[in-house]
């Protein structure tokens, strides 16, 4: 082991919990930073990511167009759209400052995999984010819609109601598509065995379900929806842990 990772090593080993509680407010505080930046360049493209928001609804309803009951409804809505836009714009920077927090307590020979993590987050983030308004929205927007004229209610929703529903689940799945980084990382620094990754599917795919009827809104479609990806990205999880033992396990005994 060269001086320098001995040094990274020792020194985080020997990180006080105020140095990291001061890590952490750093951190914290660049990312928003960015977060306030990528806001502030959404905010003046708001009416094309809107256009871009409700076009699954607009399949769906083209001759509705959505209302605001309120004077500040059409605000309120563009303000959140702008917020949400502004956290995927800024999703690197804010997943680097993250991990960086992350690093402080990994040994050297752990940060390496930082550099696969921060893209691989990114990607996962913003890919659960579109994989919801693209995949999902339409079908749970349809199945309220239909469910609505099957009661002889007719659809009138609010602009403000309707970006509220999609930026929160956009934002649920995007985190929620963080499993397989979270599975890796547990295995890699020991916190979990492969073997009792492998032994938990059953009371994992239960948790991810309670987990999905918390987090989505009280429809089937939501639910479902959610949680078969996220137990496919358990599964990717876990994969991934086998991959990287094996391939250490080799190492091992080639040596």
Sequence with gaps: MGKDETKQNTHSKTMSLGD???????????????????????????????????????????????????????FIGYM???????????????????????SAGL???????????????VALFIGGALFFLFVVAPISLGFFIKFGRFMNVAPNWTF????????????????????PIAIFFL??????????????????????FVLAAVATPPDVISQITLAIPLYLLFELGIALSYLSNRKKNLKNSDA
């Design 20 to 74: 990291h509680l001061e890590e952490l407010r750093f951190r914290i505080m660049f990312a928003l930073v960015g977060l306030a930046i990528g806001t502030i360049i959404c905010f003046f493209f708001g009416t094309k990511i809107i256009t871009f928001i409700e076009a699954p609804y607009n399949a769906l309803m083209p001759d509705h167009p959505l209302s605001a009951l309120a004077p500040a409804d059409a």
């Design 107 to 121: 040994y050297a020979k752990e940060k390496r995999y930082m550099h696969i993590a921060v893209p691989f987050s």
């Design 187 to 208: 295995n890699k620094t020991n916190l979990v065995s492969l073997d009792a990754l492998r032994k938990s599917r059953k009371y994992t795919l239960l948790c991810i």
């Design 160 to 179: 403000q109601n309707y970006v509220s529903f999609v930026t929160v689940l956009m934002l649920v799945f995007g985190l929620g598509f963080q499993t």
């Design 80 to 102: 959140k759209v702008s917020l949400m836009s502004g956290l995927i714009l800024s999703s690197p920077w804010v997943f680097y400052q993250l991990w960086m927090f992350v």
